[in-house]
Structures are given as C-alpha cells and as structure tokens.
C-alpha cells in the first residue's frame, strides 16, 4: 500500500483558509489605500489582484466551484484595471470592498461546509462586470468628478478589445523540459479570438531531425478583453532561457506599465520585425547594445562592476518569491490529492505508479522547505 504517501487533506484544507484570512485581511487594507488615494495605484491593485488570484487557485485545488467562479470575476475586475481598461475612481474602488466581503462569505462557506443561495453576490458580480467593461468607471462621473489619483492608470479603448502581435520562438531544448508549446498556445487562444501562422524555416531534413529539439516558431494575432498580464501568464514558465516571446500591442494605444514583469522572470526586449513603428530612440551606445542583447546577465555586471565586488548573492523582487511560494503551496496540495487518490494501490501490482507518486512526494517536500527558506531571508 502506499504509506506515508497519502495526506489528510483536512490539514491543506487548514492550511488553505488560514492563508484566506490573511489574503482578505490584505485585501482590505489595500483597498482602504486605494479609496484614500494611494501614491502608488498599479503597486496596490497588482496586490490585490494577487490576494484574489491566490485565494482562486487554492479553491479550484479543493473544488470549490462557487468561491473559484466568483473571484474570477473579481480578478478579472482587477486585470481591467491594471491593464488600463477601466479607470479607478471612487465608485469602482467601493465595488472592490463589496466584491472583497463578498469573497469572504464564499470562503467561509467553503469553511464551513455550507451552500449559499445560488444568487448570493449577483449584484456585486454584476457591478464588477462593469469594471470590466468600463462602464462603472463613469457611472459615477457626475457625482465624484475628482477620481481616486491613478495617473499611471489611463483608459483604452471604448470597445475594451485590443488587438496584440505575440512571437514564441522556442529554444531547442525547450521540450526537454517538460514545457508543450502546444498547451501554451491553447491557453493562449482561450484569451480571445486568435489567428496563428507557423514558422517551419528552421525545420530540418528528416534523417537530421532530433524528436526531442524544437524546430518550429509561431507568430500570433491575438483579439482579446484581457489585458497584458493574462498574456504574459501564459508564457511565465518559458520566457527567458527556454524561449524569446515578444508581445506587442497593435494600434495607437500602447500599454506602457512597467507591470509585474514576467511573475518569475524579466521581460524580454521586442524583436526589430515584430515591433511596431515608435518615435526613434537615441542611438544606442555599444555598451547598451550589450546589455540590451543579455537582459539577465546585464544587472549583475552592472552592480559588480559599479562596487567592485563580486558576490554569489541575487536580488529578487519580494512580490516574485511570493508568486513562486504560491505555487509551490497548490503544487503541494497537488500532489497530496494524487496521494490520496493511489492510496488504495499496493506496491505490487503497480510498483512503478508507488515509486514515482514516493519519488514525487519527496521532490515536492525538498521543493517546498527550499522555497519556504528562501522566502524566510531577510
């Protein structure tokens, strides 16, 4: 049988709303920041959108559906806002306190074992509909003409649609691992309306193909309501080393935010033939042709060669590691269901299914003490 593999999921369970009270009590805090008029508007709604986000994901491990439906709206909500195509004021900013407590009666419901009516929160569902599609930024125009001060935040279009240039070139060992690019495009397409052309030109001749390198390339017109971040999630795990993804906006409206990055990793500069036109920047010196060619490496050189000494020691943004440490949380709790789910196979008559579930439950734990130490550095 498999011992000591299977969890009790009532202790994730735990685990999980004791982390929800913190993520609304968080929650609140910055969006009492957001109606007083905060400095830092993007800062404060890139936090709150990852308050909700958590909450989401740890609720769909468990499958509660009613909770995961509703702050999907909420997140949403949210990703309009960061993206630019809806406007803080001070309405919106009240519809994201009722879309918070009501988040909060679908948590503790999960944790209590019980089932709200079926229209519970439909109101506030339908107001947060409208942030996404900029209606409630006006709604209340005339009788708070001042909006909370969000100068970073400016609107898009009317339509709330924009139109994105997306390019995925695969490095060649992409595949060994792990990442499909297949999936990615999938995950890319439910975003919006999509149309894709396939770049073969680096395919080579059959008796010189290696199944396990990655020869093609695509390139992406993508029609969507959602906003840079929910592309740029689709590609967290890959950009970087493992592939170059350039994503463009098409058409006058540029979104210019600094944003979250890529979650884990630094965004990577547009190619030349994927940009589109921009006024001519200054010419570029070969030394910022160099760092423009190596975005990872250019920092390190930059702070080494500025002091003059070398350390094995990075600088990581906090909101990264927090993003890394949630993820490990819903792997493990992953990994606990599949656990549980095999605990009533013996060894013997599925010895490699035991081996690999024991093999990934010690992985899972190496992974998890690693992140959580990282996270514990001052």
């Known amino acids: 049988m498999v011992e000591d593999q299977s969890y009790d999921l009532s202790r994730f369970k735990a685990t999980y709303f004791e982390e929800c009270a913190e993520l609304l009590a968080s929650a609140e805090e910055t969006i009492a920041r957001l109606q007083e008029g905060t400095d830092s508007p993007e800062d404060d709604l890139n936090a709150l959108f990852r308050c909700v986000h958590s909450i989401k994901g740890g609720g769909g491990a468990f499958a509660f559906e009613d909770l995961v439906h509703f702050a999907h709206v909420f997140e949403t909500s949210m990703d309009a806002l960061r993206s630019g195509r809806a406007q803080l004021t001070p309405h919106v900013a009240d519809i994201l306190v009722r879309g918070n407590d009501v988040l909060g009666d679908f948590v503790r419901a999960a944790q209590e074992g019980a089932t709200l009516p079926a229209d519970h929160g439909a109101e506030v569902k339908t107001l947060l509909a ?8 006006a709604a209340k125009t005339a009788a708070a003409p001042s909006p909370v001060p969000a100068a970073a935040i400016t609107a898009a279009d009317d339509s709330g649609y924009a139109t994105w240039s997306i390019r995925l070139t695969p490095a060649p060992g992409l595949l060994r691992t792990g990442n499909d690019p297949l999936l990615m495009i999938r995950e890319l397409a439910s975003l919006g ?3 894709v052309a396939v770049d073969r030109s680096k395919l080579p001749p059959l008796a010189e193909m290696d199944a396990l390198d990655a020869y093609l390339s695509w390139s992406f017109t993508l029609v969507t309501d959602r906003g840079r971040g929910a592309i740029e999630e689709v590609f967290e795990f890959v950009a970087g080393d493992s592939a170059e993804v350039v994503i463009e906006q098409i058409g006058s409206t540029v979104d210019t935010r600094d944003g979250d990055g890529w979650g884990l990793f630094a965004p990577l500069p547009p190619t030349p033939e994927m940009a589109p036109p921009r006024p001519t920047p200054p010419a570029a010196t070969p030394g ?3 760092a423009a060619a190596a975005p ?3 920092p390190a050189k930059t702070e080494a060669g500025a002091g003059g000494i070398h350390t094995s020691s990075i600088r990581v943004d906090l909101d990264r590691v927090d993003r890394l440490v949630n993820m490990v949380g819903e792997l493990v709790i992953t ?3 599949l656990g549980q789910q095999a605990s009533g ?3 013997e008559s599925h010895p490699e299914l035991v081996q690999g579930l024991q093999e990934l439950s010690h992985h899972t ?3 998890q003490e690693s992140v959580m130490a990282i996270r514990a550095q001052p």
């Open 296 to 298: 990872h490496a250019a």
């Open 130 to 137: 409208g942030i996404i599609s900029g209606e409630a930024s």
């Open 345 to 347: 196979f013996s060894i």
């Open 335 to 337: 990994q606990a269901m």
């Open 365 to 367: 734990r190496e992974l």
């Open 193 to 195: 309306e999509m149309k």
């Open 288 to 290: 910022t042709a160099a």
